[in-house]
């Protein structure tokens, strides 16, 4: 009888012992709870699965390391097709803010608490502490305060997207001490200051997202160093002085908006005889000629150029371009005959309208 009731307390013990090591730790789901508690969802109910004592079993948007049994994920989307929002027939809607708890969770790789439209405060300065931190994103809501001015410990960040809040303050220098990161998102926001020069550090940068914002003086020359940068977006701002010629050399720079600025100089010819496909420029004070470097290399799917300085001809070397999509050269000071060419059947008079003294199709005949 003493051996059996010693086999029954070993399997207990052992049962109990799996239980612990299969279940989220209690910092963790303290952590969890701390962070749900500072939030307010009403219509959806998604922390309503947010019960029992394992957080790493069937708590909404919550997944844990199948090894360590400690929270990697924390994912809640408020524009999702889950059957909850589904059924609701709505997107989501939270208040409240980021609880500094989420410090806590010490293994956690990845957040993403986004398109919630209502969550307001700050982002935790303490989030820089979390080595393990790949993904964050916040795009979306009402968040405001700085960047965390230290947030460059996170050397194992790919992606930071913080875009529609409402941030204030500089760009963090320290930001280019990560060098996985691959995609950078601070669209509309209130963003001033510059940009850090010391920018041409992100070697692994694919997407440099900054627009509506009121980032001001000069566009650093080590952006070009970036060279695995296809998409930088700089638009309405206040960014001044001239474009650098070296961003016409960046090997796959595709996507190039720098509209809405108070930028000067003239426009590099390297720009029109580049791998860059969609160049906005307009609504600057670009002035001298455009340069008549035109080739087969040049391929634009939308070229804008209006509300500027511009002067002298339209290139005829347009006409030799692999590919003029959308073209916009109106309200500037250009002058002369249109170019006859196969680019330029399906423009319309707008493309060209409010110049000096352009003529030919789609204007009027020379």
Request: glycine residues 8%; aromatic residues 6%; neutral net charge.
């Amino acid at each position: 009888m003493g051996t059996f009731l010693w086999w029954i307390t070993a399997v207990l013990v052992f049962a109990v012992g799996v239980t612990t090591v299969n279940a989220c730790p209690p910092s963790d789901m303290e952590a969890l709870l701390a962070f749900r508690a500072a939030l307010n969802e009403p219509y959806l109910g998604i922390f309503n699965s947010w019960t029992g004592n394992d957080c790493c079993n069937n708590w909404y948007g919550v997944t844990c390391d199948p090894t360590t049994k400690r929270v990697a994920d924390i994912a809640l989307r408020g524009e999702s097709e889950d059957p909850i929002f589904q059924k609701a027939k709505r997107t989501g809607y939270m208040t409240g803010s980021i609880s500094p708890a989420i410090c806590k969770l010490e293994r956690l790789a990845n957040v993403v608490l986004a398109d919630w439209k209502g969550i307001s405060g700050i982002i935790p300065p303490c989030i820089s502490s979390l080595p393990f931190l790949r993904h964050i994103d916040l795009v979306g809501n009402q968040i405001s305060g700085g960047i965390p001015i230290d947030i460059g410990k996170l050397n194992l960040l790919t992606v930071l997207n913080l875009a529609d809040n409402k941030i204030t303050g500089t760009i963090p220098r320290s930001l280019a001490n990560i060098s996985t990161l691959m995609h950078l998102d601070l669209r509309n926001n209130m963003i001033s200051g510059i940009i850090p020069t010391n920018f041409g550090r992100l070697r692994m940068l694919s997407r440099l997202l900054l627009s509506g914002n009121r980032i001001s003086g000069p566009i650093p020359n080590t952006v070009s160093h970036i060279y695995r940068l296809s998409d930088l977006d700089l638009s309405l701002n206040q960014i001044s002085g001239p474009i650098p010629e070296s961003l016409g050399k960046m090997a796959v720079l595709a996507t190039l908006n720098l509209d809405g600025n108070m930028i000067s100089g003239k426009l590099p010819a390297t720009l029109i005889n580049s791998g860059i496909s969609i160049l906005n420029l307009s609504k600057n004070a670009i002035e001298g000629s455009i340069p008549d470097v035109f080739g087969p290399r040049s391929y634009f799917m939308m070229m804008d150029l209006s509300y500027n300085k511009l002067t002298g001809p339209i290139p005829k070397s347009i006409a030799s371009a692999s590919y003029v999509g959308h073209l916009d050269l109106s309200h500037n000071h250009l002058c002369g005959a249109i170019p006859a060419g196969s680019w330029f059947e399906h423009l319309e008079a707008s493309s060209f309208t409010n110049n000096d003294c352009l003529c030919g199709k789609p204007l009027q005949a020379c």
